[in-house]
């Protein structure tokens, strides 16, 4: 199993592990030290080696972190884990604080009102994040410090950094050599007139020199520092075992991470640096050197948002894999008596038939199966503790994704577990129209996430509700579940372009009783001008990729617009047509069952 059901929390160690950190503190003579949720290279997921946040606090979630000063300690969470975050930690010696509505400054100013000086490791730590506490903090006495890691002080046992190999990544699935990468980021380099860049980002790293590994578990990374030159040399800065067994450009310089912040500091002429992503100590290396520091995007990052034509091809066809393995799961879900199935068995199985399509290399993260009220827990990981056996009535929302050499997918589907109530139905055939709405927008070029994700919200909105993540997330090609730029946010800035792949998944969250969540992956194209439409606009819309029936017992006619219904109808239909042929015989009686026209 990819997927381990064991209890990762520990929040029965965060007392005596929080008083050792405070006495680390008071050697320092320290009023506080902060504890992210991040490695140095600002992954979305971390190895064991860098858990530090879950090993203080037992908090699991993929984003947040910990302010500890001397008398009181705060847990940083966002809306989407302010429910599992009150049964993970120590509710007596840590304080849930709700971010970003409450940000790192406002708390500190009430924690330290005669100001003091709060700890912080620069490789955790991006540039970005400092600038803005710091900009907070001005004019208080509250002072922010680079130090030593506190936490990998006190942590005796704390695991080895992952020294996994990387291996090559074929043209045949990236769809463009890592030459030509580097050649068309140098040239951005030179148009702007700097003379290098620094990445810091382990999924631009694999995805310039057409590498992949295994140093993060679910996510097919390897983790290393490069800087760009802008005559396309790259300086890679890697463990030399980890690249024995790569075809790299003889060009291509590697030395070993130790020498990465010695060259950083020998860098003249403009260097790029992102501040989202840049750790603070690299900003240090080079201020000790001559070399000017900007600031902009890291060169790799729109390019590789941007999928190719082989790219997008591969995903398609991953996602066809992958729809294969889910209607198998829906078809054997279908038949099990409620009361005989539980959250485990469900995930358990779903890995199963993905492994038995013979393509999956990793699930690309651990799958939410989240039954009756474990499912309004939005990031809910099901543990031999937690799970719950599967009840009439319930509604199950099953989040997962598999990693294939193709592609990376992600789909959401929520399923009635016997007969559900009227409420629950309401819920999610308003999340459905939300979902239908974003599939079948069209929008002017130059238009960002921010514009257009309400789209998916106005359904719920109506009837006086919402939910508290965004709409959709960018997804990488074999690599992160989550990737940027793009995003479906009310803060997303970045211009949706073609080749952009997606998630679409609105939600409703009634905690202590159901979620529900739908999702789909699509791709930003351009769309054909409808008659009467002005040919001179340049307008984009989705295709959508991820192809499974939704579940047509939750779905409330009465609710529907005509235009609702026949996008399900048609939706349903290139199911069939697309996985008809590809299916068991059981799988197949389902699939015609399950994409009946409403």
């Known amino acids: 199993m990819f997927q381990s059901f064991d209890t990762t929390s520990t929040p029965e160690h965060g007392p005596a592990r929080l008083a050792k950190l405070r006495e680390e503190l008071?050697?320092?003579?320290?009023?506080?030290f902060i504890i992210p949720r991040a490695d140095a290279h600002q992954g979305e997921y971390v190895a064991?080696?860098?858990?530090?946040?879950?090993w203080l606090t037992g908090f699991t979630g993929s984003a947040g972190f910990c302010c500890a000063l001397t008398n009181s300690a705060g847990v940083f969470i966002d809306g989407r884990y302010r429910t599992q975050v009150k049964s993970q930690i120590d509710l007596e010696h840590f304080t849930p604080v709700p971010w970003p509505e409450t940000s790192l400054a406002d708390w500190l100013k009430t924690q330290l009102p005669n100001g003091g000086v709060v700890g912080f490791d620069p490789w955790l730590i991006t540039q970005g994040q400092i600038e803005a506490h710091e900009k907070a903090l001005a004019g208080t006495q509250i002072k922010l410090h680079p130090v030593d890691n506190f936490v990998d002080a006190i942590w005796v046992d704390q695991p080895e950094p992952p020294m996994t190999p990387a291996f090559d990544y074929p043209i045949e699935y990236a769809g463009k050599s890592s030459a030509d990468k580097r050649k068309d980021c140098a040239e951005d380099l030179i148009e702007k007139g700097e003379s290098a860049a620094v990445i810091t980002l382990p999924d631009s790293l694999c995805w310039l020199l057409n590498i992949r590994g295994n140093d993060v578990s679910k996510t097919p990374l390897v983790h290393g520092f490069a800087v760009l030159h802008a005559d396309a040399r790259v300086d890679?800065?890697?463990v030399s075992s980890k690249v024995e067994n790569l075809t790299l450009?003889?060009?291509l310089s590697i030395s070993a991470p130790k020498e990465f912040t010695n060259t950083l500091a020998k860098l003249t002429g403009k260097v790029r640096c992102d501040k989202t992503s840049v750790p603070v100590a690299v900003i240090d290396a080079l201020s000790e050197g001559l070399a000017e520091i900007t600031y902009g995007s890291e060169p790799c990052v729109l390019p590789k948002a941007l999928k190719n034509d082989v790219e997008i091809a591969g995903t398609r066809a991953a996602h066809i894999t992958d729809a294969t393995a889910m209607c198998e799961l829906l078809c054997w879900l279908d038949q099990q008596p409620a009361g005989s199935t539980t959250e485990i068995d469900v995930?358990?199985?779903l890995e199963q038939k993905r492994r038995n399509t013979n393509a999956l290399q990793d699930i690309s993260f651990d799958t939410i199966s989240g039954a009756g009220p474990n499912?309004?827990?939005?990031?809910?990981?099901?543990?031999?503790?937690?799970?719950?056996t599967l009840q009439d009535g319930d509604l199950l929302v099953l989040d997962s994704g598999g990693q294939y050499l193709n592609g990376t997918t992600d789909i959401t589907r929520t399923i009635a577990i016997g007969e559900v109530g009227s409420e629950e139905s309401t819920a999610f055939t308003r999340v459905l129209q939300g979902m239908i709405a974003m599939s079948r927008m069209?929008?002017?070029?130059?238009?960002a996430g921010r514009d257009i994700e309400m789209a998916a919200r106005m359904p719920l909105w109506l009837a006086g509700q919402d939910f508290d993540h965004g709409v959709g997330h960018g997804v990488g090609h074999f690599l992160g579940v989550h990737e940027g730029p793009q995003r479906l946010s009310r803060v997303s800035e970045i211009p949706l372009e073609p080749g952009m792949i997606l998630s679409n998944e609105p939600g409703y969250y009634r905690e202590g009783a159901f979620g529900i969540r739908i999702e789909n992956l699509c791709v930003v194209r351009a769309s054909e001008t409808p008659k009467g439409g002005d040919a001179h606009r340049k307008m984009y819309d989705f295709e959508t990729l991820t192809y499974v029936p939704l579940d047509r017992r939750l779905i409330r006619l009465d609710l529907l617009s005509k235009a609702e219904r026949d996008w399900i109808d048609s939706y349903h239909a290139q199911c069939r047509t697309k996985l008809i042929g590809k299916l068991s015989k059981d799988a197949e009686n389902w699939l015609e069952n399950a994409t009946k026209a409403l």
Do not use: S
């Open 26 to 32: 008071q050697k320092a003579r320290l009023n506080g």
């Open 48 to 54: 064991p080696h860098d858990e530090r946040l879950q």
């Open 236 to 238: 890679l800065f890697i």
């Open 249 to 251: 450009d003889p060009t």
């Open 347 to 349: 995930v358990t199985q």
């Open 375 to 388: 499912g309004a827990i939005m990031h809910y990981r099901v543990t031999h503790e937690t799970a719950r």
């Open 442 to 447: 069209r929008w002017p070029k130059g238009l």
